[in-house]
């Protein structure tokens, strides 16, 4: 069973920074993809980043490209999204995401990630 437990959270000033960290259990078998989502309120979710776990292939949606990075720790199971020059817009709910599926056109679509964690909240004020 694939478990995804985030941590990282917080309140920060707009420019400034958070890491968010996802504790993955479970998933060693998959080659699909992993990644973070965020949703506001009375906001559609939308995708932040993910990762092509078969060749580490990292993809960014434009909002976050050169502010938010990805990265993966393979030996603490752990995946991180390091978060700089946040803007009050960042402002949401952040889940970590996984997928058995390894279609790249598709890697943005929240529907086609069935594991899912609990989330934590990032609020950025300005």
């Known amino acids: 069973q694939v478990q995804l437990v985030e941590s990282g959270g917080g309140s920060v000033q707009a420019g400034g920074s958070l890491r968010l960290s996802c504790v993955v259990s479970?998933?060693?078998?998959?080659?699909?993809?992993m990644g973070w989502f965020r949703q506001a309120p009375g906001k559609a979710r939308e995708a932040v980043a993910v990762?092509?776990?078969?060749?580490?292939?990292?993809d960014y949606v434009d909002s976050v490209k050169g502010r938010f990075t990805l990265s993966q720790d393979s030996a603490k199971n752990t995946m991180y999204l390091q978060m700089n020059s946040l803007k009050p817009e960042d402002t949401a709910m952040y889940y970590c995401?996984?997928?058995?599926?390894?279609?790249?056109?598709?890697?943005?679509?929240?529907?086609?990630?069935?594991?899912w964690g609990q989330g934590t909240q990032v609020t950025v004020s300005s």
């Open positions: 479970g998933y060693t078998y998959y080659r699909g993809y």
């Open positions: 995401v996984a997928r058995k599926l390894s279609d790249w056109d598709s890697r943005f679509a929240g529907a086609t990630y069935e594991f």
């Open positions: 990762i092509y776990i078969r060749n580490g292939n990292i």
